[in-house]
């Protein structure tokens, strides 16, 4: 199951220098028209990208009928596997304990996407927890370290550093302001030396901006 399934006419909000690796400049000219084109066309989602790179014929057949440069759907195609959902085992999240993975793993849980997919709702959560042994206060901040996880390049100290200030869910990042949020983060830092060094303004906005793009996984009250 794809959990980052990213809605294609909502793309070109990212589709810019300030949120892309230089190697995906490509795609910000025409943005706007060429998502729309593939909107209309069917190709409304991530997922529906990578059907049709599954199959060579689809691509001719969809550059022909959208006039969407092929090199461009390639391009679009790269930039989005690189955010399709990775699951990480949970035995590489950071400070789990172990008698942990050892209580969720007999239920299917092996993983950052079975631990999304078992903790979706407060009930399912509290119900989990009765289950498993698992304290409700770990599982939860364990499902909010697994949706973090879910956007490439969040990594543990990232992780670290959101959860601290308080951020729970992508979706909950990306309701902040780039700007705003990185002076948190610089403060914060500067207070606590919770990690080395000051995520620079270019990765503080690609977070947030990507971030809000991500289907919500986690629901929280």
């Not at 990042?173 to 948190?184: A, H, M, T, V």
């Amino acid at each position: 199951m794809e959990l980052n399934k990213i809605a294609i006419k909502d793309l070109p909000q990212v589709l810019k220098k300030e949120t892309l690796m230089e190697g995906h400049w490509r795609l910000i000219e025409n943005a706007q028209s060429y998502c729309q084109r593939l909107h209309d066309a069917g190709v409304s989602h991530s997922t529906d990208v990578f059907d049709v790179f599954a199959d060579a014929a689809r691509v001719e057949a969809i550059a022909a009928k959208t006039l969407v440069p092929k090199d461009y759907l390639s391009c679009l195609n790269s930039l989005l596997s690189h955010h399709r959902f990775k699951p990480v085992p949970l035995a590489k999240m950071e400070d789990i304990d172990r008698a942990h993975i050892e209580a969720l793993t007999p239920r299917g849980i092996k993983n950052t996407g079975a631990l999304l997919l078992a903790g979706r709702t407060q009930a399912d959560r509290v119900r989990l927890a009765s289950e498993t042994n698992v304290p409700l206060e770990q599982l939860e901040r364990l499902l909010a370290a697994a949706d973090l996880m879910r956007k490439p390049g969040v990594k543990a100290t990232e992780v670290r550093l959101f959860i601290a200030v308080g951020i729970r869910s992508l979706k909950h990042l990306g309701e902040q302001d780039p700007q705003s949020f990185r002076s948190q983060l610089e403060d914060f830092i500067t207070r606590t030396d919770i990690v080395k060094a000051i995520p620079t303004p270019k990765e503080v906005a690609s977070d947030v901006c990507w971030a809000r793009l991500y289907p919500v996984m986690v629901e929280w009250t």
